[in-house]
């Protein structure tokens, strides 16, 4: 491993570091901040003011604020953020149950956004200027345009209540996978779409293409083999990129379809201002984030030497 190499590998890290230091300070002082104690919410007002006043000096919440982010930091590391108030489960057991929720749904998000998304570009690019690629590039368009939330509604009206052919709750059957990752997957979709088309336009008109032709290959042989395979690395990126997105949307669609993954379970932590839950969903799907855009940055530069010479520059 060259120098250069192993410099950028531990200046990301670092970077890396520093980032989730930086979460931690964030959602530690968004929830001191906010209105209300939390011990009275977790007692539900049912306890007088001694009772109270012991249980926050157990819980360590008349420490000093400085004290209390340093303990809050140190657990925060180790993956211990307590127990919830109101289902009295370690945080640490609810973020691995919801993440394994959230990251089957992520699964099929990511097959449906690839699948259509791919398809429609690649068609559009073939069918350029024609009604297909009109269509597509409206249909793209309307995908990028609708709020997932809004749309997981609209198709839980018309498959589940309407036609009655798919669950609009629950992750149940096979079934129930398919609205929500539908919900989710279109915006997706749509912009792998025209992101497809644009990169398939560029390698059509290119001369390893016009080569192919010449030389008689079949027109799926030189979209395909050709002009898709020259097409793809920055479809490839783009996907990189993608799984961060759909961890960021599922909270909605998550409570939209009762799904009891990440995001449902941050949604009723802040309404029950379950401050463990808060503060572990949140820095957990920070952790994820980070951890993403570090794995893509080391590859990428493990790939390619320019972006290293860019980084230190």
Not at 227 to 239: G, K, M, Q, S, V
Not at 284 to 302: E, P, Q, T, W
């Amino acid at each position: 491993m060259d120098f250069l190499l192993l410099k950028f590998i531990l200046n990301r890290l670092w970077q890396a570091v520093v980032v989730l230091v930086g979460v931690t300070l964030i959602v530690f002082v968004m929830v001191n901040v906010a209105p209300g104690d939390p011990v009275a919410v977790m007692m539900e007002k049912k306890a007088d003011a001694a009772t109270i006043e012991r249980i926050r000096q157990q819980m360590g919440l008349n420490d000093p604020l400085y004290v209390q982010y340093w303990t809050f930091l140190k657990n925060s590391f180790s993956g211990d953020f307590g127990n919830s108030y109101f289902q009295k489960l370690p945080v640490r057991a609810l973020l691995a149950r919801g993440f394994a929720v959230t990251g089957s749904i992520a699964v099929g998000v990511l097959l449906f956004s690839i699948a259509v998304g791919i398809l429609m570009g690649i068609l559009a690019a073939v069918f350029r200027g024609r009604s297909a690629d009109r269509l597509i590039m409206l249909v793209s368009t309307l995908g990028m345009a609708l709020p997932s939330f809004w749309l997981a509604i609209i198709l839980q009206l018309v498959f589940g209540l309407w036609l009655k052919v798919l669950p609009i709750s629950g992750l149940k059957s096979f079934k129930a996978y398919i609205l929500p990752s539908v919900a989710l997957g279109m915006i997706y979709a749509a912009s792998l779409a025209r992101l497809t088309r644009t990169n398939m336009l560029d390698a059509l008109n290119q001369d390893y293409v016009r080569t192919a032709r010449s030389k008689g290959a079949g027109e799926t042989a030189v979209v395909v083999v050709h002009a898709f395979r020259n097409a793809a690395i920055p479809i490839l990126t783009y996907l990189g990129t993608l799984m961060k997105s759909i961890l960021g949307g599922s909270v909605l669609v998550e409570t939209v379809f009762a799904i009891n993954g990440l995001g449902r379970l941050l949604v009723d932590g802040i309404m029950k201002r379950d401050i463990p839950v808060i503060q572990g969903c949140t820095i957990y799907i920070a952790a994820v984030f980070v951890l993403m855009n570090l794995v893509i940055d080391l590859v990428y530069g493990l790939i390619d030497p320019r972006i290293r010479a860019a980084k230190e520059s």
